[in-house]
Structures are given as C-alpha cells and as structure tokens.
Nanobody, 125 residues
Framework: QVQLVESGGGLVQAGGSLRLSCTAS????????MGWFRQAPRKEREFVAA????????LYADSVKGRFTISRDNAKNMVYLQMNSLKPEDTAVYYC??????????????????WGQGTQVTVSS
C-alpha cells in the first residue's frame, strides 16, 4: 500500500485560501486514483474531491464545487487541494486517500485503501 502524508493545513479567515498537499511514497503513484475527505467534530467523514490517475478526470462534492480544485503531479508523487473562498463550515481535519483502479472517481470512504494522518483546517468567521 502507498503511504500518504498531508500538509498545508492551518488557520485562515473566512474568504481566504489554503492549499493542501499530500505526498505519496511506497508505490507507483500513477497507479492510484486519489481523493480528499474531511471530518468535522462529531460528524462523519465526508467526501470532498477525487482525481483519476492522470488528472484528466475529477469529481467534487456539491458543497465545494467552484471553490476547491484537486490536482496532481505524478512526477512529484503529490496531490493537491486548492481551497478558495473558505467558509467556517469548511473547518475539519482533511485527509488524502488512495484507491485502485486508478481510472475510477470514487466518493465513498470505504472504497479507499490508504489514508494519511490528516491535517487540520480551521476557518474563522
């Protein structure tokens, strides 16, 4: 299984931006589709965005569509989540995850096999 490490979280005011990064190791990165999920206190983990093996396909939750952008750089073994126009309700721990086959765009956490440790994003009002 691929190992994942997230970074880039922090505290930002509403309307601001953050870019999360996830570094993969231990596998051939382009063999995996990648996803971002988030979990707020006392809530279930929810899907944010997914990207296929070459970045040619993406999928977003309705709550972030038009504000967040997922991308990947296979040469660097990294996936990114650019978050703009942040809202207090975006506050959560954000996780990146990997799954196979790499061609699919999946939105259920149970369909992902590898997970990072998470990075906290806090949006103040």
């Amino acid at each position: 299984q691929v190992q994942l490490v997230e970074s880039g979280g922090g505290l930002v005011q509403a309307g601001g931006s953050l870019r999360l990064s996830c570094t993969a190791s231990g596998g051939t990165f382009s063999y995996y589709a990648m996803g971002w999920f988030r979990q707020a206190p006392r809530k279930e983990r929810e899907f944010v965005a997914a990207i296929n093996y070459n970045g040619g396909g993406t999928l977003y939750a309705d709550s972030v569509k038009g504000r967040f952008t997922i991308s990947r750089d296979n040469a660097k073994n990294m996936v990114y989540l650019q978050m703009n126009s942040l809202k207090p309700e975006d506050t959560a721990v954000y996780y990146c995850a990997a799954t196979q086959p790499a061609t699919l765009l999946l939105s259920h956490s149970r369909e992902y096999d590898s997970w990072g440790q998470g990075t906290q994003v806090t949006v103040s009002s």
